[in-house]
């Protein structure tokens, strides 16, 4: 991949973020935007590009890049173009833990993005555990499958509790099933960062066990790798940035398993290089869709799970008849 | 069991609608509302209610669902699934005959002594059954079809009514006297909800502009010509959403930074929860302190207490307008 591409890539992304503080209800100048981020300007101008449209680009930057390395590294370790975080029970059970805090009738500002992590953390956990009671050692397939069982369970928790739940609780568990970036505020975007960060740097350095593993585990083996630590490690750190996105944004579909093949298609082969063009490509895609959430229906506000697949599912049948 | 009269229960507050046979203050589709409610009430209740007062038979009153209701004498054993109609019937006269309401039920406080069958939407049919009521009213949303079909299927009789807007009331009133064998009881009730309207109507020169917030994930309003929105324009304010069609809309926060209302009404916890969260600070009424509590229980509700209602919503305005900088 050329300087140019990665010069695009990030051109993308900033035109996509000018586009996130620039657009939306109140029409504000360039001049206003600009004054407003270095502080200046009217309080009212400032309010609404800062706390408003500043935070949800910032989540939206977060949700994007997160669900696009964690796809990249999933489907280089699992060697499987399908693979994506929800696929592997983060979405399920984020889902469970937040119904259980919208059901419980929890309303702290922070209860939900906890309660979503929590879940998250406890159903990767869980697929694991199954894994490794069914095969001993880290197999792709059978993680896969793991996944997709707690999934599934998960889903049947979900129905179980909003089958009793009143109107106001289904409204709201859908509302954050549909994914929105609109709940950003600085006090949690500080920590999502921070884990996003520290997470997505982790999957950085290990990207040459991510190279090694695509190549198959005897080969990954035979080249030093010690397959089921490594394949176990990757599949923690994707599944805990997953977990991160959801926490803030909610189940955004789409993303973790479009993105990685958009890095491909723009011919990223290699590990690192496929991790950080997918966070840059994930969180043009994601502050796009965003932007386009909140103005296509204004004064209304459509979920951005929807928008992103409104856009992946495109993308994808072309290159499905490509394949074909 | 001991309850109060049904006058000293409803008294203060009767509200409801009828009462806007004054135009001017109202827009074109509330009118149309009443044209058409007035058409029903003529077709639906008033000629029937004459026919059968006599013998206590109520019958051919056609509801929301399109269902007949056919009762061989005057309802018994009512269940009410809409804490409006509930209300309603304690306002006419009839609450010794409720054996059933929902979780939501609290006016008048003896509607507490009656059995609780869930929230009222997609009912419980076996639990309704269980208290053996000959006539069953149901709120008209779509997810009560079934139920309603299926109460008609075990032989009940059921009355859906619509009770969204301000309109609404008079026609569940007549209709409800109707089913109950007393359709003289209902005119009354309309007449002091409609004066008692009528004494919280304003039409000030500059009318504050107002924000309903009704949920915070996502941020869900008031639109045009829904219950809140006609009782705002009664009391002399202009709803900011109110130009959306649907009665209750989604809408994005900087929406309503940009529509700029003088105030925003919101129940109790949320209004506390608006002036801690930095993301409201975009609206002006939010930063500057402008945001009005609002009783929702009383306030809410399009049932016979929306004079009292009305009464409430205009003095919160006209003391914040006062007090206003």
Same mark, same amino acid.
């Given at each position: 991949m050329t300087t140019t591409r990665w010069l695009l890539l990030w051109g993308a992304l900033a035109v996509a973020c000018a586009a996130g503080l620039a657009l939306g209800p109140v029409a504000l100048s360039l001049g206003d935007v600009v004054r407003a981020l270095l502080g200046g300007g009217d309080s009212q101008a400032a309010s609404i590009v800062r706390d408003l449209r500043l935070a949800r680009v910032c989540l939206a930057v977060i949700t994007g890049a997160g669900l696009g390395m964690s796809g990249a590294a999933l489907q280089g370790t699992l060697r499987n173009t399908l693979a994506e975080p929800y696929l592997l029970g983060v979405s399920g059970g984020a889902a469970v833990g937040a119904v259980l805090a919208v059901v419980a009738g929890v309303t702290a500002a922070v209860a939900l993005p906890v309660a979503a992590f929590v879940g998250a953390a406890t159903a990767v956990g869980l697929v694991l555990v199954i894994a490794r009671v069914a095969s001993g050692r880290a197999d792709p397939r059978i993680l896969l499958m793991a996944g997709v069982v707690v999934g599934a369970f998960a889903n049947a928790a979900i129905m179980v509790l909003l089958a009793g739940a009143g109107e106001n609780t289904v409204r709201n568990a859908l509302w954050w099933m549909m994914g929105s970036v609109s709940a950003a505020e600085w006090a949690s975007l500080r920590w999502l960062a921070l884990d996003a960060l520290v997470a997505g740097a982790a999957l950085v350095a290990v990207a040459r066990d991510i190279d090694l593993l695509a190549l198959g585990e005897d080969a990954a083996a035979g080249l030093g790798v010690r397959v089921a630590t490594a394949t176990r490690r990757i599949f923690l750190l994707s599944a805990l940035l997953a977990a991160v996105t959801v926490a803030g944004a909610g189940l955004v579909g789409f993303v973790g398993l479009v993105v990685p093949a958009i890095a491909r298609a723009l011919g990223m082969r290699r590990a690192r290089g496929l991790l950080v063009s997918s966070a840059l490509i994930g969180a043009t895609l994601v502050v796009a869709a965003d932007v386009v959430a909140r103005t296509a229906r204004a004064p209304a506000e459509l979920p951005l799970g929807a928008v992103t697949a409104l856009v992946g599912v495109p993308f994808f049948l072309v290159r499905l008849r490509r394949a074909a | 069991m001991h309850q109060p009269s049904p006058r000293e229960v409803t008294t203060p507050a009767l509200t409801a609608s009828v009462a806007l046979l004054k135009p001017a203050a109202t827009a074109p589709r509330v009118w149309r509302a009443v044209l058409a409610a007035i058409a029903l009430g003529a077709m639906g209740c008033a000629a029937p209610a004459r026919d059968h007062a006599a013998e206590g038979a109520p019958a051919g009153l056609v509801d929301d669902f399109g269902d007949t209701l056919r009762l061989s004498r005057a309802a018994q054993r009512v269940v009410s699934l809409n804490p409006v109609t509930s209300e309603a019937i304690y306002a006419i006269g009839a609450g010794d005959r409720l054996v059933g309401r929902t979780h939501f039920d609290g006016t008048p406080a003896a509607v507490k002594q009656v059995a609780d069958v869930g !929230?009222?939407?997609? %009912? !419980?049919v076996e639990a309704v059954l269980a208290l053996r009521p000959d006539l069953v009213v149901l709120y008209a949303a779509e997810g009560n079809r079934a139920a309603a079909a299926a109460l008609r299927r075990a032989g009940v009789q059921t009355l859906t009514l619509r009770t969204d807007r301000i309109a609404d009331l008079s026609r569940a009133l007549h209709a409800l006297a109707v089913a109950v064998g007393n359709p003289a009881a209902a005119q009354p009730v309309v007449d002091s909800v409609r004066r008692s309207l009528d004494a919280a109507r304003a039409t000030p020169a500059h009318p504050p502009t107002v924000f309903f917030h009704v949920w915070d994930a996502p941020v869900i309003t008031i639109g045009g010509g829904s219950y809140l929105d006609e009782l705002a324009t009664l009391v002399g304010a202009r709803n900011?959403?109110? !130009?959306?069609?649907?009665p209750s809309p989604q809408v994005t926060m900087e929406s309503v930074a940009q529509r700029n209302p003088d105030f925003v009404l919101a129940g109790p916890t949320a209004a506390a929860r608006l002036k801690t969260d %930095?993301?409201?600070?975009?609206?002006p009424a939010v930063r500057d302190g402008r945001v009005l509590v609002v009783d929702t229980a009383l306030v809410g509700r399009p049932g016979v207490r929306m004079g009292e209602a009305a009464r409430s919503l205009r003095a919160l305005l006209d003391s914040a307008t006062r007090t206003k900088p």
């Amino acid at each position: 991949m050329t300087t140019t591409r990665w010069l695009l890539l990030w051109g993308a992304l900033a035109v996509a973020c000018a586009a996130g503080l620039a657009l939306g209800p109140v029409a504000l100048s360039l001049g206003d935007v600009v004054r407003a981020l270095l502080g200046g300007g009217d309080s009212q101008a400032a309010s609404i590009v800062r706390d408003l449209r500043l935070a949800r680009v910032c989540l939206a930057v977060i949700t994007g890049a997160g669900l696009g390395m964690s796809g990249a590294a999933l489907q280089g370790t699992l060697r499987n173009t399908l693979a994506e975080p929800y696929l592997l029970g983060v979405s399920g059970g984020a889902a469970v833990g937040a119904v259980l805090a919208v059901v419980a009738g929890v309303t702290a500002a922070v209860a939900l993005p906890v309660a979503a992590f929590v879940g998250a953390a406890t159903a990767v956990g869980l697929v694991l555990v199954i894994a490794r009671v069914a095969s001993g050692r880290a197999d792709p397939r059978i993680l896969l499958m793991a996944g997709v069982v707690v999934g599934a369970f998960a889903n049947a928790a979900i129905m179980v509790l909003l089958a009793g739940a009143g109107e106001n609780t289904v409204r709201n568990a859908l509302w954050w099933m549909m994914g929105s970036v609109s709940a950003a505020e600085w006090a949690s975007l500080r920590w999502l960062a921070l884990d996003a960060l520290v997470a997505g740097a982790a999957l950085v350095a290990v990207a040459r066990d991510i190279d090694l593993l695509a190549l198959g585990e005897d080969a990954a083996a035979g080249l030093g790798v010690r397959v089921a630590t490594a394949t176990r490690r990757i599949f923690l750190l994707s599944a805990l940035l997953a977990a991160v996105t959801v926490a803030g944004a909610g189940l955004v579909g789409f993303v973790g398993l479009v993105v990685p093949a958009i890095a491909r298609a723009l011919g990223m082969r290699r590990a690192r290089g496929l991790l950080v063009s997918s966070a840059l490509i994930g969180a043009t895609l994601v502050v796009a869709a965003d932007v386009v959430a909140r103005t296509a229906r204004a004064p209304a506000e459509l979920p951005l799970g929807a928008v992103t697949a409104l856009v992946g599912v495109p993308f994808f049948l072309v290159r499905l008849r490509r394949a074909a | 069991m001991h309850q109060p009269s049904p006058r000293e229960v409803t008294t203060p507050a009767l509200t409801a609608s009828v009462a806007l046979l004054k135009p001017a203050a109202t827009a074109p589709r509330v009118w149309r509302a009443v044209l058409a409610a007035i058409a029903l009430g003529a077709m639906g209740c008033a000629a029937p209610a004459r026919d059968h007062a006599a013998e206590g038979a109520p019958a051919g009153l056609v509801d929301d669902f399109g269902d007949t209701l056919r009762l061989s004498r005057a309802a018994q054993r009512v269940v009410s699934l809409n804490p409006v109609t509930s209300e309603a019937i304690y306002a006419i006269g009839a609450g010794d005959r409720l054996v059933g309401r929902t979780h939501f039920d609290g006016t008048p406080a003896a509607v507490k002594q009656v059995a609780d069958v869930g !929230n009222g939407l997609q %009912p !419980n049919v076996e639990a309704v059954l269980a208290l053996r009521p000959d006539l069953v009213v149901l709120y008209a949303a779509e997810g009560n079809r079934a139920a309603a079909a299926a109460l008609r299927r075990a032989g009940v009789q059921t009355l859906t009514l619509r009770t969204d807007r301000i309109a609404d009331l008079s026609r569940a009133l007549h209709a409800l006297a109707v089913a109950v064998g007393n359709p003289a009881a209902a005119q009354p009730v309309v007449d002091s909800v409609r004066r008692s309207l009528d004494a919280a109507r304003a039409t000030p020169a500059h009318p504050p502009t107002v924000f309903f917030h009704v949920w915070d994930a996502p941020v869900i309003t008031i639109g045009g010509g829904s219950y809140l929105d006609e009782l705002a324009t009664l009391v002399g304010a202009r709803n900011v959403f109110g !130009n959306l069609a649907q009665p209750s809309p989604q809408v994005t926060m900087e929406s309503v930074a940009q529509r700029n209302p003088d105030f925003v009404l919101a129940g109790p916890t949320a209004a506390a929860r608006l002036k801690t969260d %930095p993301r409201w600070r975009a609206v002006p009424a939010v930063r500057d302190g402008r945001v009005l509590v609002v009783d929702t229980a009383l306030v809410g509700r399009p049932g016979v207490r929306m004079g009292e209602a009305a009464r409430s919503l205009r003095a919160l305005l006209d003391s914040a307008t006062r007090t206003k900088p």
